[in-house]
Antibody, heavy 116, light 108 residues
């Protein structure tokens, strides 16, 4: 059974940093693209960052470019999102997703709140 | 970027009724790569439909996807109490992938 467990969210002040993690199991992690999808309170879904199988290709939504870095450790079956220079607009639930173009498997989500 | 517009924003119906949700794309979606997700409060989205009309594993046959090009529809025949949720459409045929803003299906 595919499992994705998100962690690392919390309350952070504007301008601060946070690192999200996702532990994957139940599939061959190194064979799949992975994506962080976020959802601001009461809003729709947004693909924030994606990474290919070996980490050599990354894509970001324009609003996070230069501030967020997606990475992975295939030996540990783990996905990460390093977030810096956070603003209130980054407040959202962040989901780790196995990416097959569409998104069949999702983590439970980890909430990030940016507030002073 | 392909903009997806979902309508209505909120749909109020009773159990047993038929629900029709619309998703309109700003340009034709390549290969009809259009998916529908269901999301309940406090939960992650769940994939219902892919490639416009194919039900994902374990999805009941009361969920029907249709459409092509720029106009897509999710129909839920005979609503069950557990079907009241938010529904999102997503296109994955043209980078960057994009989602609609969601339709809330609420109990009347």
């Amino acid at each position: 059974e595919v499992q994705l467990v998100d962690s690392g969210g919390g309350l952070v002040q504007p301008g601060g940093s946070l690192r999200l993690s996702c532990a994957a199991s139940g599939f061959t992690f190194s064979r799949f693209w992975m994506t962080w999808v976020r959802q601001a309170p009461g809003k729709g879904l947004e693909c924030a960052a994606s990474i290919n199988e070996d980490g050599s290709e990354k894509h970001y939504v324009d609003s996070v470019k230069g501030r967020f870095t997606v990475s992975r450790d295939n030996a540990k079956n783990s996905l990460y999102l390093q977030m810096s220079s956070l603003s209130v607009e980054d407040t959202a639930v962040y989901y780790c997703v196995r990416d097959q173009g569409l998104f069949q498997e999702w983590g439970q989500g980890t909430p990030v709140t940016v507030s002073s | 970027e392909v903009v997806l517009t979902q309508s209505p924003g909120t749909l109020s119906l009773s159990p047993g009724e038929r629900a029709t949700l619309s998703c309109r794309a700003s340009q034709s979606v390549r290969n009809d790569y259009l998916a529908w997700y269901q999301q309940k409060p406090g939960q992650a989205p769940r994939l219902l439909i892919y490639e416009a009309s194919n039900r994902a594993t374990g999805i009941p046959d009361r969920f029907r996807g249709s459409g092509s090009g720029t106009d897509f529809t999710l129909t839920i025949i005979r609503l069950e109490p557990e079907d009241f949720a938010v529904y999102h459409c997503q296109q994955y045929g043209i980078a960057p992938r994009s989602f609609g803003q969601g339709t809330k299906l609420e109990i009347k």
